[in-house]
């Protein structure tokens, strides 16, 4: 409720349209001519988010306090779905577990544009698209989906699919799941309108001429050189922005080490061979020492520290990138080992690439440069379920839960991540990264 909304694009431009203070949008002529006036406009010249920006128009002009209701209904619905997605049936584990990991999310990422703008464009977007996620598994599993849980799917759709990073990614996801279903017989024609949203929202992307013109609009106001960057170097800048989200102090590092040591624990527990063993120390150990070294060069500057090429900036130097793969490898390694069948693995893997996929395009773009980390909370909300999904697959192996200091530490480290989110969130309302 402390949010401060005076700043951001919904503040400087979005919320201007609706009460006719935009040049573009005079006042005569009815709402809906206006709304119409602007999806064209703004389809032509900028975004093809044609649907994320009606709703972000709306709740432009919207006492600030519908945004603030909104916003917490959003991240109960992320908590409602995640809940509902993960069958572990110990309710310690299984609640302890989304907490945890839910609060590892560094939040101030969601005010990079505003407040209003980016939780409309991200943190919205992945809680419409969770329930899609929630009622196609359900449907894929047999289970119960009422009518009106089937029907809130379907604009739930579309509405997540106008974003590019998550219409792509599901686009691949629901591909692999098809694929699946069909070679197992058991495709579910309940599906069908996911599946035609999905590719009519990835024409509606592919063909939007704005996209390409905010795109030469960026690189001339953010990044002029851009230009002339080959494929390769582009390539680079993708992958570069991959390995900063998972490993640097300004990403989702926290969440990953907590990941790792998930990891590490099953590899000891399940009696994986001694490689997977010492792969996942060592990329423990990497993480963390990155960490260290990254949020240090965040508070104290970048010339405090010289402790050598190996855990600088991935682009600066090559080093420091090729350890940051190696680490990457290992860790795609260290997961392989536990777990086990080509279904199982395909699935998971498949989720993982695909959500890695909305980080490697990037370098496409200059939003690696100018977009900053939320556009990684797709790839973060990936790697929580993916490590709520070995969870319950392990479920009988995860006694530490049941220990006496084990939901203590959780608590204490829960109210440690609640306070530097907190603290890091107002210490600067326009925060970015």
């Known amino acids: ?45 900028w975004s093809s988010r044609s649907l994320i920006e009606l709703v972000l128009i709306v709740v432009s002009i919207l006492p600030a306090l519908c945004w603030h209701v909104l916003d917490i209904l959003a991240v109960l619905c992320i908590g409602y779905c995640m809940e509902r997605l993960v069958r572990i049936q ?31 464009n991200y943190s919205w977007v992945a809680a419409a698209g969770l329930y899609v996620y929630l009622v196609i598994q359900r449907i894929r599993r047999g289970g119960q989906v009422s009518g009106v849980s089937y029907i809130l799917a379907l604009p739930a759709a579309a509405f997540a699919f106008n974003h590019e990073s998550l219409c792509g990614m599901m686009f691949l996801f629901l591909g692999l799941l098809l694929i699946v279903d069909i070679r197992n017989k ?14 009519l929202e990835l024409l509606w992307i592919l063909c939007c001429p704005g996209n390409v013109i905010r795109r030469q609009r960026e690189m001339r106001k953010y990044l002029p050189g851009y230009e002339g960057y080959s494929f390769v170097r582009k390539a680079l800048e ?7 989200s998972l490993f640097d102090f300004r990403g989702m590092s926290i969440l990953t080490i907590m990941f790792t040591m998930l990891l590490l624990y099953l590899s000891f527990r399940n009696k994986k061979p001694l490689m997977v063993k010492v792969l996942a120390v060592s990329v423990l150990l990497y993480e963390c020492a990155k960490f260290v070294h990254s949020g240090m060069d965040a508070v104290f500057g970048h ?27 290992c860790l795609l390694l260290v997961i392989y080992g536990n777990t086990a069948g080509l279904k199982e693995r395909l699935l998971l893997f498949g989720a993982l690439f ?80």
């Open 354 to 433: 695909s959500a890695m996929a909305t980080k490697l395009i990037l370098g496409f773009s200059v939003a690696f440069f100018a977009s900053g980390e939320r556009t990684s909370l797709f790839l973060a909300f990936t790697v929580m379920l993916s490590a709520l999904f070995l969870m319950e697959k392990y479920e009988e192996r995860l006694a530490v839960f049941h220990q006496k200091w084990f939901p203590a530490g959780l608590a204490l480290m829960n109210l440690a991540l609640f306070a530097w989110n907190y603290l890091a969130t107002f210490q600067s309302q326009a925060f970015t990264w």
């Open 90 to 120: 110990d309710g310690r584990i299984k609640y302890l577990s989304i907490f945890s990991f839910l609060m590892t999310y560094q939040i101030m990422s969601m005010s990079s544009a505003g407040w209003i703008a980016t939780t409309i």
């Open 1 to 45: 409720m402390r949010y401060d909304l005076s700043f951001g694009d919904a503040v400087d431009y979005f919320a201007l349209v609706l009460q006719r203070r935009n040049w573009r949008f005079p006042s005569d002529g009815t709402v809906w001519d206006v709304v119409r006036n602007f999806t064209v406009f703004h389809y032509l010249n």
């Open 238 to 244: 993708g992958f570069y922005s991959l390995l900063k």
């Open 186 to 199: 058991s495709f579910q024609k309940a599906l069908i309108p996911f599946y035609v949203i999905n590719f």
């Open 303 to 329: 010339k405090m520290l010289r402790t050598g090429v190996l855990l600088a900036e991935y682009r600066d130097t090559p080093g420091s990138a090729a350890l940051g793969s190696a680490a990457l490898i």
